[in-house]
C-alpha cells in the first residue's frame, strides 16, 4: 500500500517536444508528492512538489498535475531541452511518517 | 547552501570485508537516509535514523547496519561485502516533516570484487 508506480521506465523525446511521466499511488494518506531530478554523477535534486490541495502547480516549464480521486499525478516538461535530460524520481509522503516513498524513475532523453 | 557530503565517490572491495560509507551534512538536520540506487529499481532504502543513536530499518536493510553517534554524521556498514552489494549509494538528510526537502549526497558508487 506504500507504493508508487512510475512509468515509463525510459523515455525519448525531440528537443521542443513535451515529456510526460506518470505515477499512481495507492495510500490515500500520502499528502505530499514531490518530483526529484538527477542528472548522471549527481544525487536527486527536488524539482518541484505538490500538495492534494491543488490540481496542478507549475513552475518554468515543469508542471505537475494532480489527480486526486484516480490517485495519479504527473510531470510534464514543456518544449523539453536536451539540458533536461535526466532521470526523474515521482514520490510519496505523509505528514508523521518519516520514510519518503519513491518510484522507480524514468530516465528522459531530449534529442536535438 | 546546504551540502551532503560523502567519503568517497569510488569504491572498490573484495568479497567478505568490512566497508563503512561515511555521510555528513551541514544542515542540522533530524533525518537521515541511506539509499542504494540500481537501474530499474530506483531508490531503496536500507535505513533511516531520525535522531542520534536511533536507527529503523528500511526495505532493504539485510547486510547492513548503520551508526549515527553524531548528528552530523550517519554511517553505513556492510559487515562482510558481498558481490551483489555492487550498486550507487546515497545518503540524504531531511527536517523531521516528511513533507520538507530531502537533500541528497552525490553518491558513492562501491564495486565488490
Known amino acids: 500500500q506504500q507504493q508508487v508506480k512510475q512509468s515509463p521506465q525510459s523515455l525519448i523525446v525531440q528537443k521542443g517536444g513535451i515529456s510526460i511521466i506518470n505515477c499512481a499511488y495507492e495510500?490515500?494518506?500520502?499528502?505530499?508528492f514531490p518530483w526529484y531530478q538527477q542528472f548522471p554523477g549527481k544525487g536527486p535534486a527536488l524539482l518541484i512538489a505538490?500538495?492534494?490541495?491543488?490540481s496542478e502547480k507549475k513552475e518554468g516549464r515543469f508542471t505537475i498535475s494532480f489527480n486526486k480521486s484516480a490517485k495519479q499525478f504527473s510531470l510534464h516538461i514543456m518544449d523539453s531541452q536536451p539540458g533536461d535530460s535526466a532521470t526523474y524520481f515521482c514520490?510519496?509522503?505523509?505528514?508523521?511518517?518519516?520514510?519518503?516513498?519513491f518510484g522507480t524513475g524514468t530516465k528522459l532523453q531530449v534529442i536535438p | 547552501d546546504v551540502k551532503v557530503t560523502q567519503s568517497s565517490r569510488y569504491l572498490v572491495k573484495r568479497t567478505g570485508e568490512k566497508v563503512f560509507l561515511e555521510c555528513v551534512q551541514d544542515?542540522?538536520?533530524?533525518?537521515m537516509f541511506w539509499y542504494r540506487q540500481d537501474p530499474g529499481l530506483g531508490l531503496r532504502l536500507i535505513y533511516f535514523?531520525?535522531?542520534?543513536?536511533?536507527?529503523e530499518k528500511g526495505d532493504i536493510p539485510e547486510g547492513y547496519s548503520v551508526s549515527r553517534e553524531k548528528k552530523e554524521r550517519f554511517s553505513l556498514i556492510l559487515e562482510s561485502a558481498s558481490t551483489n552489494q555492487t550498486s550507487m549509494y546515497l545518503c540524504?538528510?531531511?527536517?523531521?516533516?516528511?513533507?520538507?526537502?530531502?537533500?541528497f549526497g552525490p553518491g558513492t558508487r562501491l564495486l565488490v570484487l
Open positions: 535514523s531520525y535522531d542520534v543513536k536511533m536507527k
Open positions: 540524504a538528510s531531511r527536517e523531521w516533516d516528511a513533507r520538507k526537502t530531502q537533500y
Open positions: 495510500n490515500t494518506a500520502f499528502d505530499y
Open positions: 505538490i500538495r492534494p490541495d491543488v
Open positions: 544542515m542540522d538536520h533530524e533525518n
Open positions: 514520490a510519496a509522503g505523509m505528514k508523521g511518517y518519516q520514510k519518503v516513498t
